[in-house]
């Protein structure tokens, strides 16, 4: 469940990221550079709790 939460997310930044890069020509803005930030993280988590899981 925390898996299909966190790929949810993921799809979730990558659209906004998506959408604002296009409405936005200037890739160093906060906005963009926040999201990407919060997008890296997310991967970073899903990434890990996978690993965890095959694993087990």
Not at 25 to 40: A, H, N, R
Request: proline content about 0%; overall charge neutral; some cysteine.
């Amino acid at each position: 469940m925390l898996l299909q939460n966190l790929e949810q997310e993921i799809h979730t930044l990558r659209m906004v990221l998506y959408d604002l890069g296009k409405e936005v020509d200037d890739y160093s803005s906060g906005k963009i550079l926040l999201l990407s930030k919060q997008l890296d993280e997310k991967i970073i988590q899903y990434q890990k709790l996978k690993e965890y899981k095959c694993r087990q």
